[in-house]
């Protein structure tokens, strides 16, 4: 193996020899408490943890809804009437204290920071590159960005900038996680198209598809159309020949606290990185970066399970996208480069008295604790019939084998609201080679140009009622679910050709059990 | 509804009421009572708001029809005048769906100007994700909404709640409600945390003699706006009539309908009121943390909300034309089961309005609240963050209270049972 994954054989009660040795330093890194939390639960009593272990495991009965099903993010779950505000709401179990904490969050998220100097100094700050001004504006209504359609157009999608490694060196250097991957010399981590007055924009994402037909059992066509990238307009001087271009639109918003408090043990346990149950499908756990203390963790959101925290995930985010410094990102010059001058000649929005960056405390842990208490939202029509027949063709025909169903989250989360939660995010959590069509040549960290993170489907079915649209995969270049099923392929490719062979009847059903979630 | 109705309401709730008091009533029988009054003071307090609003659209047909520094100011003073019943309104929400689902048409905040009509340049043009940012519908009848052209050349009270509402999913593209009346009427604040709020001209509305361009098109969009706030309110008054969605639904169960005006309670006083509105604001020193910016009367909707609180423990709420209800209420519920505790919430909420009328006082006759939460003001600072302080320490009796009634669990941990659909694994 070239790279040096978390692993953890299914079912073992300790760590496999070979992985010991594959993983030696990564694991001497990680510590004895996560190397235990790694390979079983300790937040659980014997009797609890049998509990848990009867109530995760898949049914086998399809003839009615299951106990909890309804309540996808267990008492975190929100019940309130299904309208466009369906992921803006907070976790129903919260006190009246954090309901100020999310909603003092959720104004910094909507907030539109403005570029320096401005009058209001604990607003300025913005860039001096940035994708967008405000969280919201990417994360619309805490929802799913989408590519963008026609010229005048709001985007909530960018091109993520990096170069693989060119020598033994650096290949050490990324083996070790001292890094993630290496930026573009020129244009950074990312592409920002947008920049404060005064300063050029870095370039512009342009997309072009080609139409491919793809034939369905019973003789139902449907084109899938392919993506192809570049960059227009750059305004300073080349990318470097082999800088990959990663388009990525912003993921929904919802459960991330629960997410969170899924244990390491429950999500390696599911890792079969060997595939040594000879089911087509592997599995390997992503390690990522604290930011703050450096430590190893597994690593489970973004697109490449490239963050360990949503915290992480935040910072990255503020830094990257807006361009706004954080404690956990001190940079107040976001994702400038030595080669970019002017733009590091711009002015900051660090104000000494308040603080060292742009965004000093408490902003970051407002809006962390704001990203980890949206709701994901009550399912619809468990008991339909439709649903339950989808259901049980979603099983049969694989996809569970990485959407897994439902975890018990953690009896020691560090917020009493997610702990101990039966949630059903269909998700594993873990990278899966998703084959050449997907692939964006991208490495990052752990994850290969051809491995992404196994995306949550909780929620799926109300992509349309909050953002107006049903583009999904990484790009969105998905038009529909049914696209999205298409394009799998990889350790997926035996469970999308299931459902190319399923009568129209059958793959209907399959597709009301996901407008379900 | 006529005034004659509300008085059969009441009427009905007298017998309600005397029976709760007569009798060893159970207490399912009492809380019933109370959640009968609560329904009727939702539907006086939503009746006045469509009074008050129905003024303002009048007003503003005057205006409109008469363009004069005159005409201008008594639509001001109509706004303003409406947002007390309204405000007071607001601890309705966050416990009855009904309301929820709907208050964001009527009251969203904050809202980017640029989509409605013209504004200064210090506003900024950088382009973003909101390509609406500064699409000024008033000037352009023909815009692009997600790549999509959009005709804008009628501007109706459709277009704006259908098409331009949360236009491209963002939600500063507030382009209904009492926020966007404010905007027309008063016009940016471009005074930052000095002293000043919006001053329009009525030359703006003035169609022969027109400032800023465009003086039909602001006219048609102010006119469509307060039409439909009009008719968004009237949905509200039906749903709490008697025999109405909202009164049907917090009447059915009494423990959850006593859950329902607890949290609206608890959650406006703390995360909404005390935090986003207000914490916020004085956190980051920005005079755009205000909830009424254009026009200064951020101190009076903070007020009213603080009095619509109280208003949902003691069952008592002054109307618009100065009427006085009571009626059962949580407060006898609570002081049946805990005499101090119930001594200790009136007294709380009572120190939180002493806080809240000392900051409109402030407001009224030192400086406006968008100075007060301005960087180095200790006094003003101080002023606003006493009403803060009130309000977050009146929502740790509300929990006190939630706990002795014995409420907590319904809605937070749900049953085993598997017939009840929103049972969660324990």
């Known amino acids: 193996m070239a790279r040096t994954p978390i692993t953890m054989s299914r079912m073992t009660a300790r760590i496999p020899r070979h992985l010991l040795l594959a993983t030696g330093l990564s694991f001497a890194a990680l510590g004895a408490a996560l190397a235990d939390d790694a390979i079983r639960r300790t937040d659980l009593s014997p009797k609890d943890l049998k509990r848990v272990e009867t109530v995760t495991n898949p049914t086998r009965d399809f003839s009615k809804a299951e106990p909890f099903e309804r309540m996808q993010g267990g008492a975190a779950t929100s019940t309130q009437p299904v309208n466009g505000d369906a992921f803006s709401h907070f976790s129903s179990n919260i006190t009246f204290s954090e309901e100020e904490t999310f909603k003092l969050g959720n104004a910094l998220f909507r907030k539109f920071w403005v570029s320096s100097p401005s009058s209001t100094q604990a607003s300025d700050g913005l860039g001096p590159l940035f994708n967008a001004r405000a969280c919201q504006s990417c994360h619309l209504k805490d929802g799913r960005g989408h590519p963008p359609e026609g010229a005048a157009d709001s985007t909530s999608m960018f091109l993520r900038l990096a170069r693989p490694a060119r020598t033994e060196d650096e290949r050490q250097v990324i083996a070790e996680l001292k890094t993630a991957n290496f930026p573009d010399p020129t244009y950074g981590g990312q592409l920002q198209d947008l920049a404060v007055p005064g300063l050029a924009a870095e370039g512009r994402m342009v997309i072009t598809y080609t139409e491919e037909p793809v034939t369905l059992a019973g003789g139902e066509t449907v084109s899938l159309r392919r993506p192809h990238y570049s960059v227009a307009d750059l305004a300073y001087g080349p990318l470097a020949p082999d800088t990959t271009l990663s388009p990525r639109i912003a993921t929904p918003m919802i459960g991330m606290g629960l997410i969170q408090a899924i244990t390491d043990a429950d999500i390696l346990a599911r890792a079969d990185p060997e595939d040594r149950d000879g089911d087509g499908i592997s599995g390997r756990g992503a390690r990522a970066r604290d930011h703050r203390t450096g430590e190893l963790k597994l690593g489970r959101f973004g697109w490449k399970a490239q963050n360990a925290s949503v915290r992480d995930q935040s910072s990255s985010a503020f830094k990257g996208d807006i361009g706004i410094s954080t404690p956990d990102a001190p940079h107040p010059f976001g994702d400038c480069t030595e080669a970019e001058a002017k733009c590091l000649a711009m002015p900051t929005g660090v104000q000494k008295r308040l603080g060292d960056t742009e965004a000093p405390d408490p902003v970051l842990d407002l809006v962390t604790f704001y990203s980890e208490n949206l709701a994901p939202p009550a399912r619809r029509g468990i008991d339909d019939p439709a649903v339950l027949k989808g259901k049980s063709i979603f099983y049969a025909s694989g996809c569970v084998a990485c959407h897994a169903p439902k975890f018990v989250t953690s009896r020691k989360a560090e917020n009493k609201a997610h702990r101990f939660q039966l949630i059903w995010p269909y998700s594993d959590f873990l990278l899966h080679d998703m084959g050449e069509g997907l692939a964006d040549g991208q490495e990052v960290g752990d994850a290969s140009g051809r491995e992404w993170r196994t995306q949550p489907l909780w929620g799926i079915g109300l992509t349309e009622r909050v953002n107006g649209h049903t583009f999904f995969l990484h790009d969105g270049r998905a038009r529909n679910l049914t696209e999205a099923i298409l394009w799998h392929g990889g350790e997926a490719q035996a469970a999308r050709d299931t459902f190319t062979g399923l009568a129209v009847d059958d793959r209907k059903a399959l597709i009301a059990f996901l407008e379900s979630l | 509804m006529s005034r004659k109705s509300i008085l059969g309401a009441s009427f009905a709730l007298l017998i309600a009421s005397a029976s709760f008091m007569a009798g060893p009533a159970a207490a399912a029988t009492d809380a019933a009572a109370v959640l009968n009054h609560y329904a009727a003071l939702a539907h006086a307090k939503y009746e006045d708001s469509l009074n008050t609003a129905k003024a303002l659209d009048a007003a503003i047909d005057a205006l409109i029809a008469t363009p004069s520094d005159e005409t201008l100011k008594a639509a001001r003073a109509a706004w303003i005048k409406a947002r007390v019943p309204y405000q007071q309104s607001e601890v309705y929400r966050f416990g009855n769906a009904v309301v929820d689902d709907w208050e964001g048409k009527v009251n969203a905040w904050p809202l980017d100007e640029g989509l409605i009509d013209y504004v200064d340049a210090s506003y900024g043009t950088e382009s973003d994700e909101n ?218 909420l009572a120190k939180t309005l002493d806080a809240m009328n000392a900051m409109a006082k402030r407001a009224e006759t030192v400086e406006a609240y968008d100075q007060m939460i301005g960087e180095g003001n200790a006094e003003g600072n101080a002023t606003v963050q006493a009403a803060i302080d009130g309000l977050i320490d009146q929502t740790k009796t509300i929990e006190r209270v939630i706990a002795s009634l014995d409420l907590g669990t319904i809605e937070l941990e749900g049953s085993d049972s598997l017939d009840n659909p929103n049972a969660v694994f324990q």
Not at chain 2, 152 to 163: D, G, Q, R, V
Not at chain 2, 297 to 318: C, F, M, P, R, W
Not at chain 2, 320 to 339: F, I, N, R
């Open chain 2, 131 to 348: 390509a609406l940012f500064v699409a000024n519908v008033i000037a352009n009848p023909k815009l692009k909404i997600n790549g999509k052209d959009v005709d804008a050349t009628k501007i109706t009270p459709e277009f704006l709640s259908e098409t331009l509402h949360e236009a491209g999913e963002i939600e500063a593209n507030v382009a209904t409600g009492y926020h966007a009346i404010e905007f027309l009427l008063w016009g940016q604040d471009l005074n930052g945390t000095g002293p000043g709020a919006g001053n329009r001209a009525y030359t703006d509305f003035d169609t022969k003699n027109c400032t800023n361009g465009h003086c039909d098109r602001r006219a048609a969009y102010l006119k469509a706006a307060s039409t439909l706030l009009v008719s968004d309110l009237q949905e509200m008054v039906t749903a709490w009539a008697p025999d109405g969605e909202a009164t049907k639904t917090v009447t059915a169960d009494p423990k959850a309908g006593i859950s329902a005006i607890l949290t609206g309670m608890g959650s406006l006083s703390y995360g909404e009121l005390a935090g986003e509105r207000m914490k916020l604001g004085v956190l980051l020193h920005d005079p755009e943390e205000e909830h009424d910016c254009f026009s200064d009367n951020t101190h009076a909707s903070h007020l009213n909300d603080a009095v619509g609180i109280a208003s949902a423990y003691t069952g008592e709420y002054t109307r618009a034309d100065g009427t006085k209800m009571t009626g059962p209420s949580l407060s006898e519920l609570v002081a049946a089961k805990d005499a101090a505790l119930d001594a200790e919430m009136k007294a709380k």
